[in-house]
């Protein structure tokens, strides 16, 4: 039985790659029965003519038959000339229409049937008599001929919608897609088994046509194009795995056609045994392809085309799931994987996180997928990875602060799928592990007290505050140790702030998550959505009880380990005496790590309420400019706001200035109502006119940095503009400041 499979097969192919030649002689075959056909029943037509219409069929005299060589050259030339010109064109972008056009059946029976005809016209004008075979010439005039041109134009517009690119790729997934269904049926599957030969012609159609799928995308610029592109590739893979349990184990087999792919030419013999055993040679030349293109979607910044990538991945993953397929969701893992190593690079050289934005986003989404699963394992695998990525952006995000945020939006997409979790019901041991690894990307590696003093782990942290946005969300939910060990871990920062400052920070986050909306202020790729909001906000001051509570212990720890701390910096400063001044950059690490923690104590005792001073009203009006205008400071704000600082108190250094910034915004949260805070405002205006300090030039150079400040952020808001214009008015200065045209920069002018 198996012979006879693959015999059949073998003509199948035959067919296939002889479809040119078969297609003629079928034709010619066609036209030669019905002519012999018309000419047998020629006398009975011509009758009937004759009898109703009084047209004599078999005289020449009556009836012109000697215009259709004429005639047939004339469509003979427009079809052909057509297809000529179209497809020349269409083949520059679509390198594979050439292949799909010789193996249309429609077009070959078309363009054989025209130019078998336009033959038969000729041979009937020179080499039959008329009157001997006038049947021929009435059965090509008033027939063949009508038919041709009839035909014509629909098949100039069918050519015309064959070329489309979006035709070719759908055309060629149908043809990848039909493959893989005939490995199903049994005589395929039985041919497999008796004949390599098979194996290799299958696995030649499925590669080869998947390459210029490969190749359309990187011919094309068109984003229609390249989306379809993208997702009938993924159809491709979906159907493929969802079919591949059912093929015969020999097509599997990694012969000449696999091992000489472009996609394997680098792969070692260990490599292809790997692949051979798994079963997944298709499987990793599809993730390597899309993997090349999404490189070059970045590249050329094509950020929606580079996101669809990923969102299919996500669909082949949940393909993978519903057919148990373990082995190819590691795949999609390290495909995913492979995919932010990208990303992050594309960042770092261009300081572009938006690729790393949108793929955290479908990355998320996978795991989701994972949880609706009930996949405990994969779902701590790729919170792992996310920790992961969050450490090396940290590391690397120095020169390029913008890519901060990328590790608020890991947090926020984590906090998601841990909400999910919760609703799934899944065991609180994997709760709390999976919780322990999301409060672990705020840990940056390896920074010193100065960068801490900057900001990254202070008041204005996000990440941090999406973490207090899930404690509040298990309050809400009465999870209390979940919310217990978010607090605890928040405790971790004791060790680069003094209490004091530790708690200026906590208030300043719970007064962003207070009031945060749904919706942010400014369009993003994912449209208006705030990552920060938490709807929980009625567990805010449940969460500062508890934090806070938990605080005074965690401080009593901290005072009794200290001492133990100097002897251990003690003990790293005897080993450096001891090696000359050197110590190896693990002990440096130590001895700095130490070092702030132990800073941070000693600071405990001198913690006395300040008095509030000049200094405060500095700080209180720069503040307002930034934050009260338009609810949010931004990392350049704050730096705007430590350099105008220090321009009127030029020895602070970073302890004092976040000592006085903590008083500050203490205040500004303690007022609680705009109306109190812009009397304070006034107030702080009055006190600085006043002060002795204070003249005309200093209010100028302190307008100036109003100014910087509103400059800072590339967006002028009208709130910052009224703000220091009522300075400006509260202290008498001969100037004034207008809210420029879009994209300038916001000036002041003399009156």
């Known amino acids: 039985m198996e012979k006879i499979y693959s015999t059949l097969l073998r003509l199948n192919s035959i067919q296939f790659r002889f479809r040119t030649i078969i297609s003629f002689f079928s034709v010619l075959l066609v036209m030669i029965f019905s002519d012999i056909l018309f000419h047998n029943f020629f006398p009975p037509i011509a009758e009937f003519f004759q009898e109703k219409l009084n047209i004599d069929l078999t005289d020449p005299e009556t009836i012109a038959l000697d215009f259709a060589p004429e005639i047939w050259g004339g469509v003979l030339a427009m079809v052909l000339g057509t297809l000529i010109l179209v497809i020349a064109i269409a083949a520059e972008s679509s390198p594979k229409l050439m292949d799909l056009f010789v193996k249309d059946w429609l077009s070959l029976i078309y363009v054989w049937f025209l130019i078998l005809a336009s033959l038969h016209a000729v041979l009937i004008m020179f080499y039959v008599e008329p009157l001997g075979r006038v049947s021929s010439s009435v059965l090509n005039t008033y027939i063949y001929l009508f038919i041709g ?23 060629t997934s149908s043809i990848i897609q039909n493959f893989i269904f005939k490995m199903e049926k049994p005589m395929i599957n039985s041919a497999m088994k008796d004949s390599i030969e098979v194996v290799e012609e299958y696995q030649k159609e499925i590669m080869g046509s998947l390459d210029q799928l490969d190749d359309l995308l990187a011919f094309t610029e068109f984003k229609e194009t390249q989306t379809n592109l993208i997702r009938e590739i993924s159809e491709i893979i979906q159907v493929y795995i969802a079919h591949k349990s059912k093929f015969n184990e020999s097509f599997f087999t990694l012969t000449d056609t696999i091992k000489s792919n472009a996609t394997f030419r680098t792969y070692t013999d260990l490599q292809y045994q790997e692949m051979s055993d798994t079963k997944t040679f298709y499987e ?12 070059k979607m970045i590249t050329n910044d094509r950020f929606d085309i580079a996101s669809l990538i990923p969102a299919e991945m996500v669909d082949i993953g949940k393909t993978c799931l519903e057919n148990n397929d373990d082995m190819i969701i590691g795949h999609v ?12 690079k594309h960042a770092y050289k261009n300081n572009e996180p938006r690729n790393l934005y949108n793929l955290s986003f479908h990355y998320s989404n996978m795991i989701q997928e994972y949880v609706k699963a009930g996949r405990v394992d994969l779902a701590k695998y790729c919170y792992d990875k ?22 608020d939006t890991l947090t926020f997409e984590l906090r998601k799928c841990q909400v999910l979790i919760f609703e799934e019901n899944w065991k609180d041991e994997d709760q709390m592990d999976l919780l322990k690894m999301i409060l672990q990307l705020d840990k940056p590696p390896g920074y010193s007290k100065d960068e801490v003093d900057k900001g990254i782990l202070g ?3 996000g990440t941090r505050r999406i973490q207090i946005g899930l404690a509040l969300f298990y309050l809400s939910k009465e999870k209390l140790e979940f919310a217990t060990a978010i607090a605890e871990d928040y405790l971790d920062d004791l060790a680069y702030f003094d209490e004091k400052t530790f ?23 994912r449209g208006t959505l705030n990552i920060y909001f938490a709807p929980e906000k009625d567990q805010i001051e449940p969460f500062k009880e508890l934090l806070f509570g938990l605080m005074d212990k965690r401080l009593e720890a901290l005072e009794r380990d200290v001492k133990f701390l100097t002897l251990e910096v003690d003990k790293l400063m005897q080993k450096r005496k001891r090696q000359d001044g050197y110590l190896n950059d693990a002990d440096k690490e130590r001895m700095e790590e130490l070092q702030r923690k132990i800073s941070a104590r000693e600071n405990t005792d001198e913690d006395d309420d300040e008095i ?4 405060h009203d500095i700080l209180y009006s720069l503040l307002c400019i930034s934050f009260f205008a338009d609810q949010e400071i931004d990392e350049s704000e704050k730096t705007a706001i430590f350099d105008s600082y220090k321009k009127f108190i030029p020895n602070v250094d970073n302890t004092m200035f976040n000592k006085n910034f903590g008083v500050t915004t203490e205040k500004f949260i303690e007022l609680n109502t705009d109306n109190a805070r812009q009397e304070q405002f006034d107030l702080s205006l009055e006190n600085i006119k006043k002060d002795e300090g204070f003249d005309n030039q200093k209010l100028l150079i ?5 100014v910087d400040i509103a400059n800072a952020d590339d967006f002028i808001h009208d709130n910052e503009v009224v703000l220091i214009q009522h300075a400006v008015n509260a202290w008498d200065l001969d100037i004034k400041v207008e809210k420029p045209k879009s994209g300038d920069k916001l000036k002041v002018k003399s009156n």
């Open 702 to 706: 302190l307008v100036d940095c109003f």
């Open 333 to 344: 893992n390290i495909r995913f994987n492979t995919l932010f190593r990208f990303a992050i």
């Open 386 to 407: 996310f920790k992961f990525y969050a450490n090396d952006i940290y590391k690397n995000a120095e020169a390029n602060p913008g890519l901060y945020f990328v590790v």
């Open 612 to 615: 509030w001073s000049i200094r």
């Open 503 to 525: 708690k200026a920070n906590a208030n300043t986050q719970c007064f962003l998550l207070s009031i945060f909306g749904p919706q942010f202020w400014e369009d993003t790729d």
């Open 284 to 295: 990793v030349k599809t993730f390597r392809l899309l993997g090349s293109s999404y490189i």
């Open 149 to 171: 041109s009839i035909l014509t134009l629909p098949y100039i517009f069918y050519i015309l919608l064959y070329s489309k690119t979006s035709n070719v790729v759908s055309t």
């Open 459 to 461: 008041g204005n942290n």
